[in-house]
């Protein structure tokens, strides 16, 4: 953070927090629209990206537009990477290095958008040095905004101070997963083949809902099993910011022992883990490790590098 | 609806409503009393039922005495079934015949309420003739409540007509399950035995999602995936009002030509199309029950009835 001041910081959350409730006005306006019958169409227009499950709407497109002027406007020098104009392009590497920058996806739930599965929003992060510390998302649907800044807290409708549960932090289950709400994505690919991404992703997904004794040793009775539609960017600064911990779903091979990794952007594989509390035999921090490391015992690696996908 | 005329389903309506606002007021107060630290755990109570993913709150239990005291004190002569009083019952019998009942789930979405996740609700229906005609479903959290009554439509916080597009709602894709985003619950049933209901869900699910040539031509490649971890009663009486069809999720042997069978109350085993717009080549019924029968081709049988489960 060598050439942003704290000042500075806290100029760029205020403006990142009215922009999130400006694009969520125009999701929400968007919506209604389509509700009222006013648009020519009604059923959204959407244009496939890599099948038919991978969209894009015309809103997408204006409200990445929007936040792209917006920011150019007011940081001139910062760098932009938006989910739109990123995917529209030739390249699949995300170009983000330790320059300011902004990283937005316009409309993160597109195929929820397109139902009005409630389940939308805006999500916009801002990165230095390579990683998210502000961030700020906006589900105008659910009247629920998140947002955050590195030292200032992780907030929900900016009054909420997050996680929702403080006094304290709920120290994660000595047995988890089991105890745990596990939420994933089934996600776009979805090839039929015994190494494909959809077959190893279900087969992860079965592991962490079986009985603690079934699938081999590797049920992990979990509460219960999520699937919303969104994904990541802002949240991982929100998440940080809150106490929660973010790294690969990929386990590597010495699941046991190795290093847990600092996420890293783009890689399409994340694992979160809630804000814990500390308990008496293990710090809020080795709680999250154990349960990473409980979780990379029960998931298989997949592969978006592979063509196709 | 022998005995009942349709002034007074409209005050009952009313009632339910209020119902659902007073018993979204005390789930919420609950939420908010853990957010503060002020409960004596901060960490929810709860009591696991069969198994240690179904459990029981003392919020499910104070919202059902509110709302079973409410009930007996307005309408002495209707019956009650409240899903903690039931659950705890001797019997798994689904009590319920032609008499005006009030059918009644204080915390739908229990898990989600113990991990604080929003998706948690109150469902209160009330059943002529062993039918929904009343629904309410306040999910305080999301600030939504829906409403419906038989002919009287179906609400989002009574001023958004339901089906939310309308002018026209639009047809179901000519490709369905594609196009679809396919809602599913993997539930509490997490034996790990090649016969058992986990498995044969999975296999149901990813049958949905593969893409269309894949899983032996059972391939559905809808939209996306989504399970939220809440379920039914009331909103059957809302789809329905609104133009939806719910049915049984249990394929019959020739489901290509079976009769589709109105919803049994208590059978554990939902199939809901969302309402859908007429189309020059069928009308809407027409299309919802092509949905109903490609969705069967690709689903297995179930089965809640053995013991243990």
């Not at 969520?24 to 629209?33: E, F, I, N, S």
């Not at 938006?82 to 597109?110: F, K, N, Q």
């Not at 998140?146 to 900016?158: D, H, P, T, V």
């Not at 399409?268 to 409980?294: C, K, M, W």
Request: glycine share 8%.
């Amino acid at each position: 953070m060598a050439d942003i001041s704290q000042q500075q910081l806290d100029e760029i959350y205020a403006f990142a927090v009215q922009l999130g409730k400006d694009a969520g006005q125009m999701l929400m306006d968007a919506a209604r629209r389509r509700m009222q019958g006013k648009d020519a169409t009604t059923i959204v227009d959407y244009v496939e990206k890599e099948n038919s499950v991978d969209l894009v709407t015309k809103t997408d497109n204006d409200v990445e537009a929007f936040i792209h002027n917006a920011v150019a406007k007011k940081y001139p020098d910062h760098k932009f990477i938006g989910e739109e104009t990123y995917s529209a392009g030739a390249s699949r590497a995300y170009l983000i290095d330790a320059a300011p920058t902004w990283i937005v996806d316009p409309l993160d739930g597109t195929v929820n958008f397109t139902h009005l599965f409630p389940m939308f929003c805006v999500s916009i992060a801002f990165a230095i040095d390579g990683h998210p510390v502000i961030g700020v998302i906006n589900a105008p649907f659910l009247h629920q905004t998140f947002s955050s800044c590195r030292g200032k807290g992780a907030w929900l409708n900016e009054t909420q101070r997050l996680p929702l549960i403080r006094n304290p932090v709920p120290a994660l289950p000595a047995n988890a997963p089991s105890g745990c709400t596990f939420a994933c994505e089934w996600g776009k690919d979805r090839r039929d083949t015994p190494e494909g991404n959809m077959i190893r992703k279900i087969d992860s997904f079965m592991n962490m809902a079986a009985e603690r004794e079934g699938r081999g040793g590797k049920g992990g009775m979990v509460h219960g099993v999520r699937s919303l539609g969104r994904d990541v960017a802002a949240g991982i600064a929100i998440l940080e910011e809150a106490g929660g911990l973010i790294t690969t779903a990929n386990p590597p091979a010495d699941f046991e022992t190795a290093d847990i990794p600092p996420v890293k952007l783009g890689s399409r594989l994340y694992l979160a883990i809630r804000p814990a509390g500390d308990h008496p035999d293990e710090t809020a921090r080795q709680s999250q490790h154990r349960v990473v490391r409980e979780t990379w015992k029960r998931v298989q690696e997949l592969s978006y590098s592979r063509p196709g996908v």
